[in-house]
């Protein structure tokens, strides 16, 4: 399991780019759009195109595509979505030790706190919803596993705010394209 923890915890590092060293530094767009991606097997609405990057990373169990974009809400924080291909690995976890990876890699990347854990569900997806916290920044993320991908939306905001409401409205909008 240890390899694998550790495949996912890019998964935590992506959450390292949510955090901007300056809250104010680009308004958000008001006008949102549908962003669709096949390859990850997800759609969702957001405020503006988002600036997706998509890498292979190179793991224990073969390489593995990620797609990562933040999106910067300005001085209320920041949306960071990220999609992982595990669909031709061949991984032995099960779901929930996946999803736990998720967190786990989340949290240390960061340094956060865990403030609460669910279980979530979004149609056929099963995935956890968690709220953290470190001294300069709130996290609120829900991540979900669907057909041999993981795609985690992950809300951010400075310490002693909440997070922004773009989140929220991001986040319902996701679906599975298969």
């Given at each position: 399991?240890?390899?694998?923890?550790?495949?996912?915890a890019l998964l935590g590092l992506t959450a390292l780019l949510c955090c901007p060293p300056s809250w104010a530094q680009t308004a958000p767009s008001p006008s949102w759009s549908t962003y669709?991606?096949?390859?990850?097997?997800?759609?969702?609405?957001?405020?503006?195109?988002?600036?997706?990057?998509?890498?292979?990373?190179?793991?224990?169990?073969?390489?593995?595509?990620?797609?990562?974009?933040?999106?910067?809400?300005?001085?209320?924080?920041?949306?960071?979505?990220?999609?992982?291909?595990?669909?031709?690995?061949?991984?032995?976890?099960?779901?929930?030790?996946?999803?736990?990876?998720?967190?786990?890699?989340?949290?240390?990347?960061?340094?956060?706190?865990?403030?609460?854990?669910?279980?979530?569900?979004?149609?056929?997806?099963?995935?956890?919803?968690?709220?953290?916290?470190?001294?300069?920044?709130?996290?609120?993320?829900?991540?979900?596993?669907?057909?041999?991908?993981?795609?985690?939306?992950?809300?951010?905001?400075?310490?002693?705010?909440?997070?922004?409401?773009?989140?929220?409205?991001?986040?319902?909008?996701?679906?599975?394209?298969?």
């Amino acid at each position: 399991m240890a390899p694998l923890r550790r495949s996912f915890a890019l998964l935590g590092l992506t959450a390292l780019l949510c955090c901007p060293p300056s809250w104010a530094q680009t308004a958000p767009s008001p006008s949102w759009s549908t962003y669709r991606n096949e390859a990850f097997d997800f759609a969702i609405d957001t405020p503006g195109p988002p600036p997706v990057t998509v890498t292979t990373t190179a793991t224990a169990v073969g390489p593995m595509p990620t797609l990562q974009a933040t999106i910067d809400l300005g001085p209320r924080g920041a949306l960071q979505i990220t999609a992982m291909d595990l669909s031709q690995l061949q991984i032995s976890s099960t779901v929930d030790q996946l999803l736990e990876g998720g967190v786990q890699g989340a949290l240390n990347a960061v340094g956060a706190v865990k403030d609460a854990e669910t279980t979530i569900a979004k149609g056929t997806a099963v995935g956890r919803e968690f709220t953290a916290h470190n001294q300069d920044a709130i996290f609120k993320a829900r991540e979900y596993y669907s057909q041999g991908h993981i795609v985690a939306i992950i809300g951010v905001a400075p310490a002693g705010s909440d997070i922004p409401a773009d989140w929220e409205r991001a986040e319902s909008s996701l679906e599975f394209l298969h």
